[in-house]
Every structure is written in structure tokens, then in C-alpha cells.
């Protein structure tokens, strides 16, 4: 009980930084910006946008994006819609997205235990750049041109996903 | 005017007062139903909405917006327009017919009023302060301004009850949970539930305190004509029904009233007319005048 309220605590005062969606300002920017008008969630067609709750302190009622459970599938429908820019309203190509990167483990990663594995490679939407395959077998991430949406760890097929989606507001 | 009669007027426009504000719920409560069903004609909540390309946001959470983060975008200058203009000729119209929580604050007094009549007469018998100095009001405005500016806190959100509860019944429809600021807006009901006194949107409001920023002379108010009124002294029904506890008799009437129209329909019904809506000035310098000879002779 203790130990849940310093965590509590801990979580306010620091402000975890989640995945925003698609053209999101940095952080501190974003949370001076954001108004909780709800419609970049409200125009999302896979609900992938979800709304911070208590656990995220004070940016509460701000859109967020769970990758594993949702991806953004980067259609770019909700940069446009935000009336205060906290979402950058010219950012309309899916490759000026700057969500996150992407970053493998390499220890539970199945093609680095030697079993072939081909998941995100094949789903990534920005296709053979921001995810190319090593010697035809090894994911790696470019990082210049990974854009954050998650979709591969959406479909990695190892459990807890063994490439995960750093937050940019986090790097 | 509407076809109906002169001396029910006033009685009728409250029915369709109210008959906006079940509309109003109704409609927080259709654009997220129409999203599910991928209608996305209208989007968004209280603090920002649009409708059909038509971009309209809360000036109290563009004005937050703006101050912290020091930068205007076109969608909000342009979606200031509507709020701006309605506000300027009707006052804050906004409260009194749209609000959800003024509509369901307003239920609750009724329902509590009967419950509880003895302690709801002795809450509304208080005369003291009724139109206070609106520097009080202005001076709070203030200081939940330069309090989230000075935290780089999002204050005005938190504070702003329609706001939050038109965001939440779009998160709960749409599936995204239910949110604590919900809290929020039950602690404020039963702090006022307690004291049967409407001292939130009275005084701390900010979605309110913005909206009766944009006021002018010509801007619709309830205007008084004494010489017409005949309730002697301690017996007012129109500052008794008043919901903020106003006297439209009283100075500084404005910027607290959101002219919902209770006290002129009140003394309609009492058969007196001496309150009525206005849109000119006209009649307040006649009073002036009118006093100032009384004075003199």
C-alpha cells in the first residue's frame, strides 16, 4: 500500500511521458498547449487514441496512444482537428511523424535466438526504411526514419513484444 | 413576438429555456453516439467543438491556452467568434441555457428544495452581499489566470465543470474510461448542495468569468423600472427565485447575471412587469434622472 502510494506519488511529480499522437509538440510544450477538446480521439477510426487517467497526474484528459493494444496506423486524420496546434496542423505525411523510435531487444528478439521472424519488418508502414532486415534475417531500426506508431510492436508475436516504442518526449 | 401572448411571455421563453438545456445535454451526449456509428459531422466537447468545419472554443480555455503557451492559432482567433458575439449581444447566455452544469445544479436545487424546505427558505432568507463589488469576481478570475500561468498548469480545464463533464460522457460512450475530474465536479455540487447557495458559478466559474468579460451597453440585461414595481422592501420575489441570489434591483447586477430570466418571469406572474429584457441603456439614465429629482424635491 505504501510502496503504491510513493509510486503514485512519484508519477505525479514526474509526468511520465506517454506516446502522444501523430505530430504532437514536446511534452511540456504539448501540456501548455493541449485544451482536452477530446476530437483528435473522437476522429480516430481504430480508437487508438485513449485518454490519460489518474496514473498519468497532470496531464490527465490528454490523448494518449497504448501501442500494444492500439497502434496508430499513422491515416493523419488527427493533426488537423486540434484547434490549439498542440498536435503540429501541417504535419500531413505520415514520414514527418517523430512519435517515438522503436528499439528492439535483442535477447528475446526471435530472429536473434535463430528462429525466423519477419512481424514488423512486413508491417512496418514505412516500408523496408525505417525497418530494414540485416544479412535477410535481423530487424534493425533506422532511426532517422522511424516515425513511433507502434504498429510493430502491435504485431510482434513474442509476449510483452520484443520491440517496444520509445516515447520522443522520453529520448 | 413568437405568436404568443404579451403577459406570458416571459413564462414561455423559460419553457424554451428549458427545453434548450434537455437539448443540449442531449446533443453532449449524440456527437459521441454519431462517432460510433463514424458520423463525425460534429466533434469535440464543451471546451472546444466542431461542428460541421464551424470551429468554436471556449474562450476561457483559449485564454489559458494563449497565455501559456504564448502563441494563437487561426482555429482559435476564428472559433472565438461565436462564444465572442453571443456573449456580447445576450450576455452569458451560454450558463443559463447550454451548461450541463448549470442544468443539472438547477434540477438538483429543485429536487433538494423539496426535500428540504425549511433549510432551503432559511439558505435563500440571507440578504447580505447580493450584488457584490464584481472586483471580488474579477480579482478570482484573476488569480486562477496568473496561478496556471505561474504553475504552467492547465488550471482553467480543471476548474471549467461544463468542460469536464461534456468530456466525460464523450469518454465513458466512447469507451476510454471514466475520468477523475468527474470528482471535481462532484465536489463542487455537493459543496453547494451543502450550503444551498450557487457560489461556483456566482463567483469562481472561469468559463463564466470570461464570457461576462465581453459585455457592452447595448448587450441584452434585465433592466428595472421602479417606478412600475409594487413589492415593498422585504418581500422580492424576483431576487428570492433568482438561482445566484441576485437583486435585479440592486446595482451591480451585472457582470454576475446570466440572464435566465427567472426573476422577470416571476414578477410577471406577480402582475407587476417591472423587470423586463432589454438590449439599450435608455431606461437606467431615465432612472438615474427620475431619482435624482425625487432627491431634489
Known amino acids: ?171 | 413576438m413568437f405568436g404568443l401572448k404579451q403577459n406570458s411571455l416571459y413564462s414561455n421563453l423559460n419553457q424554451i429555456r428549458k427545453f434548450v438545456q434537455i437539448f443540449s445535454l442531449i446533443f453532449l451526449i449524440a456527437v459521441p453516439v454519431l462517432i460510433l456509428y463514424e458520423i463525425w459531422f460534429i466533434i469535440g466537447n464543451l471546451y472546444s467543438i466542431t461542428i460541421g468545419g464551424l470551429d468554436i472554443v471556449d474562450p476561457a480555455s483559449a485564454l489559458q491556452t494563449i497565455l501559456l503557451s504564448k502563441e494563437v492559432t487561426t482555429t482559435v482567433l476564428f472559433g472565438l467568434i461565436v462564444p465572442i458575439v453571443l456573449a456580447l449581444v445576450f450576455g452569458k447566455v451560454f450558463c443559463s441555457w447550454m451548461c450541463p452544469y448549470n442544468t443539472l445544479t438547477e434540477w438538483l436545487t429543485a429536487v433538494s428544495a423539496k426535500l428540504f424546505k425549511k433549510r432551503a427558505r432559511k439558505a435563500k432568507l440571507q440578504l447580505v452581499d447580493r450584488n457584490p463589488n464584481p472586483i471580488l469576481y474579477w480579482s478570482i478570475l484573476a488569480a486562477i489566470l496568473i496561478l496556471s500561468w505561474m504553475l504552467e498548469f492547465p488550471l482553467v480545464l480543471f476548474l471549467s465543470a461544463p468542460g469536464i463533464i461534456s468530456s466525460e460522457i464523450s469518454h465513458v460512450i466512447l469507451g476510454m474510461g471514466m475520468g477523475l475530474e468527474l470528482l471535481i465536479v462532484l465536489v463542487i455540487i455537493s459543496f453547494e448542495a451543502l450550503i444551498f447557495k450557487r457560489y461556483w458559478c456566482k463567483y469562481v466559474c472561469p468559463v463564466g468569468a470570461v464570457l461576462s468579460l465581453f459585455r457592452v451597453r447595448k448587450t441584452l440585461r434585465v433592466a428595472y423600472d421602479k417606478a412600475v414595481c409594487n413589492c415593498a422592501g422585504e418581500s422580492e420575489p424576483c431576487s428570492y427565485i433568482c438561482p445566484l441570489q441576485l437583486s435585479p434591483k440592486q446595482p451591480y447586477l451585472y457582470p454576475y447575471c446570466f440572464n435566465c430570466g427567472l426573476c422577470i418571469k416571476i414578477c410577471e406572474k406577480s402582475g407587476s412587469g417591472a423587470l423586463s429584457f432589454k438590449f439599450d441603456e435608455k431606461k437606467i439614465t431615465a432612472e438615474i434622472s427620475n431619482s435624482k429629482k425625487n432627491c431634489c424635491e
Open chain 1, 1 to 171: 500500500m505504501v510502496s503504491f502510494i510513493i509510486e503514485f506519488v512519484r508519477d505525479l511529480i514526474s509526468g511520465k511521458s506517454p506516446l502522444r499522437p501523430p505530430g504532437a509538440f514536446p511534452e511540456k510544450e504539448f501540456l501548455k498547449k493541449c485544451i482536452k477538446c477530446n476530437k483528435c480521439a473522437q476522429i480516430c477510426p481504430y480508437f487508438s487514441i485513449q485518454m490519460a487517467h489518474i496514473e498519468y497526474g497532470k496531464s490527465m484528459g490528454t490523448p494518449l496512444i497504448f501501442p500494444r493494444e492500439v497502434p496508430c496506423y499513422v491515416c493523419m486524420k488527427c493533426p488537423p482537428v486540434c484547434p490549439t496546434g498542440a498536435l503540429k496542423n501541417d504535419v500531413v505525411n505520415k514520414e514527418d511523424v517523430r512519435m517515438g523510435i522503436a528499439v528492439i531487444n535483442e535477447e528475446t528478439c526471435l530472429p536473434y535466438i535463430g528462429i525466423i521472424c519477419r512481424a514488423c519488418f512486413e508491417n512496418c508502414p514505412i516500408f523496408r526504411e525505417a525497418i530494414i532486415l540485416e544479412d535477410e534475417m535481423y530487424p534493425k531500426v533506422i532511426k532517422e526514419k522511424c516515425i513511433g506508431c507502434g504498429i510493430c510492436e502491435k504485431v510482434c508475436p513474442i509476449e510483452g513484444s520484443a520491440i517496444i516504442i520509445e516515447s520522443a518526449h522520453n529520448i
